[in-house]
């Protein structure tokens, strides 16, 4: 688009959208009544405001088109309002069949549930600790005695508090499903609005939404269990309000104030995405200055109030750095070649997606085990869409800054070692010039192709809004819809957590003191947390599972191997120097085998107590 004054000169053009429904100036009467039934005899309901047929026996696909229409010569308010009933409808119906009956003791996640784990005790623990007047970033919780710097840690301060009345009234597990059903369709919903302001029209704006939306990228989200990886609803929010201030439809106080605030919402949801959007930000803007020089006094004015919201953004979140930078941070170990897209994954699809997943079975296998590490799939259609647009429409600045983004993303995805169905071969890649980066240094180069499905996103929508060969258009939109659409069939989209009666019925105040410390001891270390959330923190734990860990605990080889039942008797002497120096009250053993029920009642002297499904070793 073009700065200043573009805004006046596009809506004075018909829209492009090649639907014949839709004005680009949004100039359809507010009061237009909503479809009324006529006469049985007809068997249709007549559109009064448009004259077109809204009902009858054309079929499912007619009615569609029908709505559609209808939606798209409303209000842009209304416009709106469907396109997000839309994208939240899609996702329902995708997963609810599977996760509804179950809500409150399935996750919407796979794995082995050990990372939907954390973001179930983050729920509990900030709301818990603005309850109780406690340092949010500092918790005693876990790892006692020594506590964690959970600035360090990924947790979800902001949906934890939106969140609090779900978490409170239905529980962590059922939080946890709600944050996940929101991410992909918040996203789709923040894109499409990015998308109609670029295009104004309504049908290619939803297309854009959707491939940024329900992209691969968000089922990998959806999968791993990482909530704070598709909640990036802020993103296309972010470029939306660039947009507003390009054309000069926002004053430059509104946009700096809103974008900082988008900012902070980015920043207290995930720090990682917020630096990448940060440096995806700073190099966007460089580009824009190469590509497009004849607009260099705009894109410097916007570019430097960009700057001064992050640096609102910052001195908002100046409590939080303090916290990062001045105490202890926790150790986590960095494998950035492991969590990074594998070349051939952008044409192929994996067992995450429905259309040819079966095609390319075991083909990335070597490179990534969890499919959830495959989540760079963009498919052949949008790239053949891509194409077409940047073939054709080089020529226009903002295409061109579009191609560079979208490039750069996928380039920067591929990590420091480039992938090839599999294969590692020793290429240097640009991704080891910003390893060494603050902040940055900490994301994974497989994450950052989410800003390459944004800009595909807004690429198809620009693609699809043209006038020419519309059908065909459309057409090819439906495979491209078609073609990103998960394999719901598949196991990977759910996982029950474990509820043992001790912690669900809270049987465990019965037998553990406020404020005890407790050692749990389980095949899946991320359990212990969702059980202290569900127990409220009621107890300590002596360890805990959040992807980090304190750099400085005592005997914490000793303790990982306690917690995942890797000890034996000869480690009595050792086992007394921990229970002693940590204040250890009880173990809780969940499902044991037979030989640690042995060795947990040699180490302890005492038989366990078999109590609401686990096995309690009191050690007072």
Not at 491 to 511: E, L
Request: charged share 10%; hydrophobic share 50%; proline share 8%.
């Amino acid at each position: 688009m073009s700065p200043r004054g573009s805004r006046s000169r596009r809506a004075d053009r018909p829209s492009e959208s090649g639907q014949g429904d839709e004005q680009s100036k949004d100039n359809q009467p507010a009061n237009t009544p909503l479809p009324r039934s006529a006469p049985k005899a007809s068997g249709a309901r007549a559109d009064p405001g448009h004259g077109r047929r809204v009902g009858g026996g054309g079929g499912p696909l007619q009615e569609a088109r029908a709505f559609l229409s209808w939606a798209a010569a409303r209000r842009p308010a209304v416009r709106h309002l469907v396109a997000l009933a839309l994208f939240s409808g899609a996702i329902l119906s995708l997963f609810a069949t599977r996760i509804l009956p179950h809500i409150g003791s399935t996750y919407l996640a796979s794995g082995n549930g050990q990372d939907a784990d954390i973001f179930a005790w983050s729920l509990v623990w900030w709301p818990h600790a603005m309850a109780h007047a406690s340092n949010p970033l500092l918790t005693g919780v876990v790892w006692a005695p020594v506590g964690l710097n959970l600035a360090g840690a990924t947790t979800l301060p902001l949906p934890s508090v939106v969140l609090a009345p779900v978490t409170l009234t239905a529980g962590p597990v059922v939080a946890f499903n709600v944050l996940t059903y929101l991410g992909p369709a918040l996203s789709a919903w923040t894109a499409y609005l990015l998308c109609h302001r670029v295009t104004r029209s309504w049908i290619p704006s939803l297309a854009g939404g959707f491939v940024f939306g329900f992209s691969a990228y968000q089922w990998g989200a959806i999968f791993g269990g990482h909530p704070n990886l598709g909640l990036v609803f802020f993103v296309p929010l972010a470029g939306y309000l660039v947009v507003r201030r390009v054309e000069g439809s926002m004053s430059s106080r509104a946009f700096v104030v809103l974008l900082a605030l988008v900012l902070v919402g980015q920043f207290a949801i995930s720090t990682e995405v917020f630096a990448t959007l940060a440096m995806f930000g700073l190099g966007t803007a460089v580009v824009a200055l190469l590509v497009a020089s004849r607009w260099w006094r705009s894109i410097l004015r916007v570019s430097g109030q960009a700057g001064v919201s992050f640096l609102i953004a910052a001195a908002v979140a100046a409590p939080f750095l303090y916290y990062l930078y001045h105490y202890p941070q926790p150790v986590k170990p960095y494998l950035p070649g492991q969590v990074s897209s594998d070349l051939a994954n952008f044409v192929f699809p994996n067992t995450m997606t429905w259309i040819g997943h079966q095609w390319t079975r075991g083909l990335f296998r070597a490179a990534a085990p969890s499919p959830g590490l495959e989540a760079a799939y963009i498919g052949i259609p949008v790239l053949l869409i891509l194409l077409l647009l940047f073939v054709t429409r080089m020529r226009r600045p903002e295409i061109g800054i579009l191609a560079v983004v979208f490039v750069a993303a996928l380039v920067a995805s591929l990590g420091p070692v480039l992938k090839i169905a599999g294969r590692r071969h020793d290429w240097p890649m640009p991704w080891r010039l910003v390893q060494k980066v603050p902040i940055v240094k900490n994301a994974l180069p497989g994450r950052l192709v989410m800003f390459g499905f944004l800009a595909a996103g807004v690429g198809v929508a620009i693609w699809a809004s043209g006038r020419s060969w519309r059908w065909a258009r459309l057409a090819l939109i439906g495979v491209v819809a078609a073609s990103v659409l998960p394999n719901i069939q598949s196991w990977i989209w759910h996982i029950k957590a474990p509820r043992p009666a001790f912690f669900a019925d809270g049987i465990y105040r019965r037998y553990l003191s406020p404020g005890e410390t407790v050692v749990v001891v389980s095949g899946n270390k991320g359990s212990q947390m969702l059980w202290q959330a569900e127990a409220n923190m009621s107890f300590k734990l002596a360890g805990g599972y959040l992807g980090v860990f304190p750099p400085r605990y005592p005997d914490l080889r000793f303790q990982q191997r306690l917690a995942s039942g890797h000890v034996a008797t000869g480690d009595a002497g050792t086992f007394r120097r921990f229970v002693a120096s940590h204040d250890v009250g009880a173990i809780v053993a969940y499902e044991p085998a037979p030989y640690l029920t042995s060795t947990l009642r040699a180490l302890t002297g005492h038989p366990p107590l078999r109590v609401g499904g686990v096995e309690l070793y009191s050690l007072r």
